[in-house]
């Protein structure tokens, strides 16, 4: 009566852990700086749509024949222009883009610095939003540091 058991030996169960272990160290470091990452991205999104809001309503007065400091209405939302551009103030740019407050901050005029609420550093996950002048339309600055949110 000779019986044999399958099954792994203590040595091969230690074994694996022990690399799992070397995995789970060198793998968790990587993951741990995706929070960075997208809040950089979502910054990098609210610029899109800072840039998209100050062309349109460059278009929407050009297409209206307004003067270049008439203010527009966008969704039933005044806009103050200057130079046929928004304002950079909070009834200029912050009123043409609907952003969410609890993740994203606007403070000062000229220029609007646009911010992640909740970053690591506020001074790296920021862009700025320029007033236009007679000969050059609103300046949106690249975000400053993506490493820093």
Do not use: H, W
């Amino acid at each position: 009566m000779n019986k044999q058991t399958r099954g792994f030996t203590l040595i091969e169960l230690i074994v694996v852990i022990l690399i799992l272990g070397i995995l789970a160290a060198v793998a968790a470091p990587r993951f741990a700086n995706l929070t960075g990452s997208a809040r950089a991205a979502a910054l990098n999104g609210l610029r899109a749509a800072v840039m998209s809001a100050s062309t349109l309503a460059n278009a929407l007065q050009v297409a209206s024949g307004l003067a270049s400091g008439a203010s527009v209405t966008i969704e039933g939302v005044a806009v103050t222009m200057t130079n046929a551009y928004p304002q950079a103030t909070a009834g200029g740019i912050v009123a043409a883009v609907r952003f969410d407050a609890t993740t994203f901050t606007a403070s000062g005029t000229n220029p609007v610095n646009f911010l992640v609420t909740n970053a690591t550093d506020t001074t790296q996950c920021v862009f700025t939003y320029g007033v236009a002048t007679t000969t050059q339309p609103a300046t949106i600055s690249a975000i400053t540091n993506a490493n820093g949110c």
